[in-house]
């Protein structure tokens, strides 16, 4: 089936602006995570949803990251007055569950957002 | 909270032959999960393979495989047999039990050379 997709694949804005990434999940999958990943480090974590709700946001940086699920799939990742240090990619990911403690929470992993910010 | 530690920046390997990658981990959770991923140049993070704390035996998955020493929190991945393909980046991940984030080290560049 489709894995998780995440659109635009590239976004270049300038120092101030707002954006908006999206993540369209797995079909089915109840959980959707958000990760930054910057220039030759690994993922770190932003926020996780279960359903429509923001289960952890503990990984947001400052007040201007904010997410939403509305409709518990598709998410958008929404960031205030850009700046130079927000330059990475942003990777989502998605699991069918969160807390069954199982293989059914393991995440899969869309492409990612290339954000550069000039 | 969790950390991961993967001490090898890069690595390189002859096609057909056996890599090991290395990976240390701390945690406070009596039960948590491992991975490997894999990165290509795509962006897109690949589960390579993944190892329940509580299982004593390590997994498998054809070509890969894992030396999980829980006493001492290493969980190592083995590449054999290795194909141009698996040219990429690796990360190794931690997630407790909770089953929301995932904790990535700094992940590991692996060059397949022909």
């Known amino acids: 089936g489709a894995g998780v997709s995440q659109t635009p694949s590239n976004k270049v804005t300038e120092k101030g602006k707002y954006v908006e990434l999206r993540c369209d999940p797995i079909s089915g999958h109840t959980a959707l995570y958000w990760y930054r990943q910057s220039l030759g480090q690994g993922p770190e974590f932003l926020i996780y949803f279960q359903g429509t709700g923001a289960a952890d946001d503990s990984g947001l940086p400052n007040d201007r990251f904010f997410a939403v699920r509305p409709e518990g799939s598709v998410s958008t990742l929404k960031i205030q007055r850009t700046e130079r240090g927000d330059s990475a990619v942003y990777l989502c990911?998605?699991?069918?569950?969160?807390?069954?403690?199982?293989?059914?929470?393991?995440?899969?992993f869309g492409p990612g957002t290339r954000l550069t910010v000039l | 909270a969790q950390t991961v530690t993967q001490s090898q920046p890069e690595m390189s390997v002859q096609e057909a032959e056996t890599v090991t990658l290395s990976c240390t981990y701390d945690?406070?959770?009596?039960?948590?999960?491992l991975f490997w991923y894999k990165q290509p140049p795509s962006r897109q993070m690949i589960l390579v393979i993944r190892?329940?704390?509580?299982?004593?035996q390590n997994a498998t998955e054809n070509r890969f495989s894992v030396n999980f020493q829980k006493a001492a929190k290493s969980f190592s991945l083995k590449i054999s047999d290795s194909q141009l393909g698996d040219t990429a980046m690796y990360f190794c991940?931690?997630?407790?039990?909770?089953?929301?984030?995932?904790?990535f080290g700094g992940g590991t560049r692996l060059m397949v050379k022909p």
């Open positions: 991940a931690s997630r407790n039990n909770a089953g929301n984030m995932l904790t």
């Open positions: 190892q329940e704390a509580y299982k004593q």
């Open positions: 990911a998605s699991s069918k569950t969160a807390s069954s403690g199982g293989e059914l929470d393991t995440q899969y």
């Open positions: 945690t406070s959770e009596n039960n948590y999960y």
